[in-house]
Every structure is written in structure tokens, then in C-alpha cells.
């Protein structure tokens, strides 16, 4: 059983070298990060957002500069509940090319220092050293461009639902005075 895991990782691990195993696990708490952000947005934000609605509705008093300053406090800390992770998604994302391109530039140390001890004859030792060379720097890229497609969305996500959220809690103070 651990065999099964470890022969796959110890394949990356020659193909692409070291830096290819932490791209893949760079690449693994990256989408943990962004699928816990969409459990908690499909899950608990949803609950917290009604009862933030709840809340709203059961003050008396709506209208006034205190009242409107906490509404803006209560929505900001759902938000910023929301995006809390952010941050970490968009450094992990802008890391994926610099580990692919770290990958690339000890992939061609390696594949000078074989040509200068075999020489420049060998060409298949030189295009398998390229090969391994920039395989880093395809999987830095593949893992960096879905992350950003993840980060850009859900920040349109998190923009949606803080408008949403104020228009919310607008209509419920207008169904209240209705």
C-alpha cells in the first residue's frame, strides 16, 4: 500500500527532479486552500449571512450614523471571513513559476556538468537532460495558471457577495418600515 504511494512520487521525483516534488505539494495545499474557501462559502458563510440579516432586523433603529457604522463593521467581518485565505492562494500561485524556473536552472547545471564530463556527442543524454530541465517549468506554470483562474473567481465571488450582502440587509430594513 504505502509502496503504491511512494513509486509515483519517487517517478516525479526522477523526471523532474526534488523541485518537482514541491511543486506538487506546493500545488496540493493550494487546492486544499481553495477547496476549504468553497466549503466554507457554499456552507458556513451562507449561515453566518442569515443570521448577520437576523440580527440586522431585530434592531429597532436603522437610520442613524451608529447604526449604519455597525452594519458596515458587521459586513466587513464577513467578508473578511470570507477572503481570509486569500492572500495565501495569490502567494502560492505567484510561487508555482519561480519553483518551475528554480527546476529549470539546476535541471541545466545538471545537463552542463553531464556534457562537460561526457562531451557534446551524446545527443540523447542532452535532450533527456533538457527534457528534465523544463518539465519543472511546465508544472509551475500548469499548477500557477489554475490557481489564478481559481483566485480571480473567487474574488468575483467575494465582491458579489459583499454587494449582495449590503443589498440584503437594505431590503430587510425596508420590508421592516414597510
Request: charged share 20%.
Amino acid at each position: 500500500m504505502i509502496e503504491a504511494l511512494v513509486h509515483p512520487i519517487a517517478r516525479l521525483a526522477s523526471a523532474g527532479g526534488p523541485v518537482l516534488v514541491v511543486i506538487a505539494l506546493v500545488a496540493v495545499v493550494l487546492f486544499m486552500l481553495a477547496l476549504e474557501r468553497l466549503i466554507y462559502w457554499q456552507w458556513r458563510y451562507r449561515r453566518q449571512r442569515q443570521a448577520l440579516i437576523i440580527r440586522w432586523q431585530k434592531r429597532h433603529e436603522h437610520v442613524s450614523w451608529s447604526a449604519r457604522t455597525l452594519r458596515e463593521c458587521w459586513c466587513g467581518e464577513l467578508i473578511s471571513a470570507l477572503r481570509v485565505s486569500l492572500p495565501w492562494l495569490k502567494l502560492l500561485v505567484a510561487l508555482c513559476p519561480l519553483l518551475g524556473l528554480v527546476g529549470t536552472v539546476t535541471g541545466m547545471i545538471q545537463v552542463f556538468d553531464t556534457l562537460s564530463v561526457t562531451g557534446v556527442g551524446q545527443a540523447r543524454s542532452m535532450s533527456d537532460g533538457v527534457a528534465r530541465a523544463t518539465l519543472p517549468t511546465l508544472a509551475g506554470m500548469a499548477v500557477a495558471v489554475v490557481g489564478i483562474l481559481f483566485t480571480s473567481r473567487f474574488e468575483h465571488i467575494v465582491r458579489r457577495e459583499d454587494q449582495h450582502l449590503h443589498d440584503r440587509l437594505t431590503r430587510a430594513t425596508e420590508i421592516d418600515h414597510a
